[in-house]
């Protein structure tokens, strides 16, 4: 395995193929603003999709109280770090930014569970959603709360949040800005389950592993085709999946998959 990216505010573990990145700064509610975190979990993505041999699956969570509290308020008030200086300046440091992180997101070739483990809201709220399948916590809350501020969702939630649960009730969550808890995050699908705290990591990496037990590069492919499946017409679509199929049917790890398959048959 190819050594861990350098990591400032957050940590990384790996272990059977999962990756888990873990949100360091509980003295900020892990805000992705004023702190090292967005570097950190673009620096994450990209040694991920270098490591093809060795991830599988990647993980991301807060330590502390928090999941993400999104921006710093306080340097909003201050009109400091990245929300200083002129319509020019700040939609620079946006784009040089926090907007780095959708773009990233989007990219990564590995399935990405977010464990919420509490308070997601604001740029939190989005980054949680840009994953594939997030497992909250009981405490976890949820708001796409930037209205409340006199901003918009400037790192492109409002992309993300009416494709996870259609355009009406996330026209609603992000016009009122409301928080809501868990429970009524897995009621309208913004969460897959809810699980008690001390049991939220182990329900992460319990779906974390099937899915890294299954062949590597077929998960990477697929991964891949749910991305383009969301933007590309159904006939070039289906032009890409013969040609990943065709991929697929001529590696070793296919033709391992099959024997293994014959051999349960046999039982």
């Known amino acids: 395995m190819s050594d861990l990216p350098k990591l400032i505010d957050a940590t990384l573990h790996v272990e059977n193929r999962i990756a888990t990145l873990t949100f360091d700064r509980h003295d900020v509610r892990n805000a992705l603003t004023g702190t090292a975190l967005i570097d950190d979990i673009i620096n994450t993505i990209e ?54 992180i959708p773009l990233a997101m989007n990219k ?79 009621e309208i699908g913004v969460v897959l389950d809810v699980v008690e705290p001390d049991a939220l990591l182990k329900r992460a990496t319990e779906l974390a592993s099937q899915m890294a037990a299954k062949p590597p590069q077929a998960l990477r492919f697929t991964k891949r085709l749910m991305k383009m499946g969301q933007r590309m017409e159904l006939p070039d679509f289906l032009d890409l999946c013969a040609c990943f199929q065709g991929m697929c049917h001529n590696s070793d790890e296919h033709m391992e998959a099959v024997e293994k398959m014959l051999e349960l048959m046999k039982k």
């Open 108 to 186: 990564c070739e590995v399935p990405i569970i977010a464990a919420v483990n509490g308070p997601a809201v604001g740029a939190g709220f989005d980054l949680a959603n840009m994953a594939d399948i997030r497992i909250a916590s009981s405490k976890a809350k949820f708001g796409e709360t930037f209205v409340n501020l006199g901003i918009i969702p400037g790192d492109g939630g409002a992309y993300f949040l009416q494709r996870l649960i259609g355009y009406q009730k996330a026209a609603e969550l992000t016009f009122t800005g409301r928080v809501i808890d868990a429970a009524e995050a897995k």
């Open 47 to 100: 040694w991920v999709n270098k490591a093809a041999d060795d991830i599988s699956v990647l993980i991301m969570t807060g330590a502390g109280s928090a999941f993400s509290a999104g921006g710093n308020i306080k340097d909003m008030k201050d009109r400091a770090g990245d929300f200083a200086g002129d319509v020019e300046e700040c939609q620079t440091r946006y784009r040089q930014g926090i907007q780095r």
